[in-house]
């Protein structure tokens, strides 16, 4: 009597786990010769155009300079983003900061600071005589004016505390992921860090003591694309196995 219930439940089990069995069996089977495995990865067929488009993106990304007004969607500005935390960083720990600015007063007041500091820096320069100056402070502040002109800037930051030694060199790939798919979008972007000094950016954005700023990027419908800036044959760069004596 006792072990009556007890019998029951074990039975139900039993024969509820031949059922799973024989579906699970069945559809494993079923499955298996209806439909075709999933491709992995590294089997799918790359064909020669998306190859092309990769490398022409990366061949054709300019550093742009002057910019059109037009506002970029939301959702372009997210995937441009969103890129950059696909750059590869030391020991995965993905240090990074991204302040995006977009509100044109706020871009308003960053062009005015930048110039100033601009107009002190050229004119406390010791080997430079007055005209010089004079140039240097009206050239500038006229590539400053037109570096504005765009309707967002990503200013790339690192944590320098997680990995000092990489911290640079994980900034700089974020910046060059989301310039790339910027340009993706057809946005001329630009690596830019001395209009921008460290310490002027750290102060605009409010940003704490550890962060490192890596370089501010312009995200903008280019005022024209630049030509290509001349670029050195491949066969400086190559060394097969080892440097000659
Ligand atoms: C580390 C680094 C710093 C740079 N700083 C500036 C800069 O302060 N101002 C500027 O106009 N361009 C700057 N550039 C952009 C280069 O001038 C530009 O990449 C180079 O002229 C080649 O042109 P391209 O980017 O169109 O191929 C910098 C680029 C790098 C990688």
Redesign the pocket.
């Given at each position: 009597m006792l072990f009556k219930p007890f019998h029951r439940i074990e039975f139900i089990t039993f024969s509820n786990l031949i059922l799973i069995f024989t579906i699970s069996f069945l559809s494993i089977v079923l499955t298996g010769c209806t439909s075709t495995p999933e491709p992995q990865f590294t089997e799918v067929e790359v064909t020669k155009s998306q190859i092309n488009t990769v490398l022409e993106n990366i061949r054709n990304?300019?550093?742009v300079?002057k910019f059109k007004s037009t506002a970029i969607p939301k959702e372009h500005l997210q995937e441009i983003l969103d890129a950059a935390r696909f750059a590869p960083t030391a020991g995965n720990l993905q240090p990074w900061k991204f302040v995006v600015i977009q509100k044109r007063q706020r871009l308003d007041s960053l062009k005015a600071i930048l110039q100033d500091d601009w107009q002190r820096t050229i004119s406390n320069h010791k080997d430079l005589n007055e005209d010089q100056k004079k140039r240097y402070i009206r050239d500038g502040k006229i590539?400053i004016e037109n570096?504005m002109t765009a309707p967002v800037y990503i200013m790339v930051f690192v944590d320098s505390t997680v990995y000092p030694d990489c911290a640079v060199h994980d900034g700089?790939l974020a910046a060059g992921y989301l310039m790339l798919a910027a340009r993706a979008y057809g946005y001329g972007t630009?690596?830019?860090?001395?209009?921008?000094p460290d310490e002027v950016i750290k102060s605009f954005v409010k940003a704490p003591e550890n962060y490192m700023f890596i370089?501010c990027t312009p995200v903008g419908i280019p005022e024209e694309w630049?030509d290509?800036?001349p670029?050195k044959a491949l066969e400086e760069f190559i060394v097969f196995d080892k440097f000659p004596e």
């Open positions: 990304r300019r550093t300079r590539a570096v700089a630009g690596y830019f860090t001395s209009y921008f370089c630049p290509t800036p670029k």
